[in-house]
């Protein structure tokens, strides 16, 4: 638990404070002053006996018992500073802004760990070091600005990173954007967001606490605890929004599988929000957009009515909801829309989106959204747009559309674009408690994510029935590295796996017997394959469609003497579409599960899903249907379709068989052969880690 000399403290230390608010020390001081802390204000600072109106302190030793310190000083003091506010004061809560600890150096690292140690003997809090600070509706904790309106219900935003929380709030707050507490966690030496989201978890109150979420981090310590606390909040009520930075660079692993080379950080931070229900975003635009979209009355659906006065803004917005599998539905022949025609000037449209002219007005307005909130019943929300040309004020058209905000149940999202037009409409708008969204497109995406983001997967799931005990068994006998074919055959049929029959063979006599048993011809073409190297067609490997025994002596022949070759797989052809299922462990976030198209098509389009294990069949057969190449699935200009129930079956066994053996570290089933009567393996490749 955080302690509450953090969160709402009786007294408050400002150590190195000034008189100068160009300084941290100074800025600190300020802000705290005029924010709505009512408790006892002390400073401390040898060469000050009075700073902004407080009584100063020379040294933390002269000073009565405090509940909060803020450290705005040197690195190498902090630590004598924390001993004797943490042993001697009573203090609990701390807030260490200044640099120069674990990001800088390892001495400074020395430090910062003697801190955490000192403050954890005594049951007390830390935020940073190396912050901006903390602030919430008790107090400003934090040298930056600006303060933004802090209300109960606004933005509980915690970050990684200051000064992008300045840029954050900046940009939030000039579009209405309310703020509940914003927690700079810097260093995160001890509190880092994992910490803070499993406080808000623990202490979430429905009535009380904020049910927005911001986060912005550039690295996730505890993903198990990130997403164990994010789908407790969103299945209590919360919306959480997110950017997570720095995901660009390749993974670190040695690509040595198709899994290999997909399993990027990037795609697992996917994966972990997908099935945390977060909405991912990509930039401050789009975060403070999305969480200004979570202010709002929840979206029901995804119908909308575009409501403007100006065509091309319209036309851009049912673009990007349309594009992102949103409905802008015709309203043109609804029973309504005469009649709401007739009280619009010549020219309007209500077509959807539903135009009411540059000339139109606010009764006009009000016409238009009575009739979405109560005729349209094929429309969920609305969107309205209105600017000015500057030739008029935009007052009496926002003072209607804040009361029609506040009074009809389906939510309306206002696009106010002109910022400097009608500048102090806008402000009088927000002033009344509400959020602009000043470009259509940036509000249309972000609606597009907020409704196409998936509930929180559950978070005890059944998988599919498996041998536990003989995967056990296979596993514990085998050592690191890539299992030999019988091997792993073992785990697939254990698990239920569905894989081709095949034998493996060292000698030409035994490979003609096999070709023999199984009556090679050309309607039981055979498929032969070299095994050891890595990748088979790459090294000409693979043979295809042999039809007769001549062919099967040669091919042995060349096959056998390919370097690194000790054997030679076979089998009878399959046919159908290659698919792909594949996983990889990480340290952090468990297992992976990779599946979509296969063969060349996941080195060329790697159109793939990803998810974290365990994973249901429901789950992997909803995912399926967000590849580009689903239609291939399904079947087109006369190909056989894949049988997505049993393709979803296999991917939930590759999910169950991973639990019962977490040694496996990265496994490939490239390609699966599927058609509407099997999901077949042709291929696999499994390495051991233990």
Not at 274 to 296: D, P, S
Not at 321 to 326: D, F, R
Request: proline share 5%; net charge negative.
């Amino acid at each position: 638990m955080i302690a509450k000399e953090l969160l709402n403290p009786r007294s408050i230390v400002i150590c190195g404070a000034s008189s100068d608010v160009h300084k941290p020390g100074g800025k600190s001081l300020k802000n705290l002053l005029e924010s709505p802390f009512k408790g006892q204000v002390y400073a401390v600072n040898p060469k000050e006996t009075e700073v902004q109106g407080v009584k100063c302190y020379a040294k933390v030793e002269d000073l009565p018992q405090v509940d909060c310190a803020i450290l705005c000083i040197a690195a190498k003091f902090c630590a004598q500073t924390v001993d004797v506010l943490a042993k001697e004061k009573g203090c609990k809560g701390f807030i260490i802004v200044s640099a120069g600890f674990s990001e800088e150096s390892h001495e400074g690292a020395e430090i910062e760990k003697h801190i955490v140690d000192t403050i954890n003997s005594v049951g007390g809090s830390l935020i940073g070091p190396n912050c901006t600070g903390f602030l919430n509706v008790n107090y400003a904790g934090c040298f930056d600005t600006p303060i933004p309106p802090l209300d109960p219900k606004g933005v509980d935003f915690i970050t990684g990173s200051g000064a992008t929380a300045v840029f954050i709030k900046e940009y939030g707050m000039s579009n209405g954007l309310k703020f509940n507490s914003v927690w700079a966690v810097g260093n995160s030496a001890q509190l880092g967001i994992e910490d803070v989201l499993e406080h808000l978890d623990e202490t979430f109150d429905p009535e009380k606490s904020s049910h927005v979420i911001m986060l912005y981090m550039e690295k996730i310590g505890d993903p198990q605890r990130l997403l164990k606390h994010s789908r407790s909040l969103i299945n209590k009520g919360c919306h959480i929004a997110a950017i997570k930075s720095g995901g660009s660079a390749a993974g670190s692993r040695a690509a040595s599988s198709h899994t290999g080379a997909l399993a990027t950080n990037d795609a697992a931070v996917d994966a972990l929000f997908r099935k945390a229900g977060i909405v991912r975003c990509q930039n401050r635009q789009e975060l403070t957009t999305v969480c200004a979209v979570f202010m709002y009355p929840e979206l029901k659906g995804k119908r909308c009515a575009v409501v403007t006065h100006a065509g091309g803004p319209a036309v851009m917005l049912t673009d990007v909801l349309s594009n992102g599998g949103m409905d802008v539905p015709s309203l043109k022949d609804h029973p309504a829309s005469p009649a709401l025609l007739e009280k619009l000037f010549g020219g309007s449209s209500v077509g959807n989106p539903i135009d009411f002219l540059a000339t139109g007005t606010a009764e006009q307005l009000g016409y238009i959204l009575d009739t979405v909130e109560n005729e349209y019943t094929d429309i969920d929300f609305s969107v309205v747009i209105f600017g000015s040309p500057g030739l008029f004020s935009n007052k009496e058209v926002y003072d209607l559309l804040d009361q029609k905000m506040r009074t009809c149940k389906k939510p309306i999202f206002p696009v106010l674009p002109s910022i400097i037009n009608v500048k102090s409409e806008i402000e009088d708008f927000i002033a009344k408690g509400n959020i602009n969204f000043p470009e259509e497109c940036v509000l249309g995406n972000a609606l597009v994510k907020v409704y196409n983001t998936p509930k929180p997967q559950p978070e005890n799931v059944e998988l599919p029935k498996i041998d536990v005990a003989r995967i056990r068994k296979t596993v514990e006998r085998c050592k690191n590295g890539y299992m030999e074919i019988a091997d792993y055959n073992e785990l697939l049929d254990a698990a239920g796996i569905s894989r081709k029959k095949s034998v493996e063979v060292s000698k030409k006599e035994d490979a003609l017997a096999f070709a023999k048993e199984v009556g090679c011809s050309k309607d039981v073409p055979l498929v032969m394959k070299v095994v050891g190297p890595l990748h088979k067609s790459d090294v000409g490997g693979v043979t295809l469609g042999v039809k007769d025994l001549d062919t099967v002596a040669k091919e042995f022949d060349r096959l056998i003497v390919i370097p690194e070759t000790y054997a030679v797989e076979m089998y009878p052809m399959l046919d159908g579409t290659d698919v792909y299922i594949g996983a990889i462990r990480d340290e952090k976030f468990g297992h992976q599960i990779f599946f979509g198209l296969g063969g060349i098509f996941i080195e060329v389009l790697k159109d793939v899903q990803s998810a974290l294990a365990p994973i249901t069949a429901a789950e992997a057969k909803e995912m399926l249907k967000q590849l580009k190449g689903y239609k291939i699935l399904e079947g087109v200009r006369g190909q056989e379709g894949v049988n997505i129930d049993l393709y979803a079956d296999q991917v939930a066994r590759v999910s169950a068989l991973v639990q019962a053996a977490p040694e496996i570290a990265e496994m490939d089933l490239n390609p699966l052969l599927g058609n509407p009567r099997y999901v077949t393996a042709v291929d696999a490749r499994i390495r051991l880690e233990k």
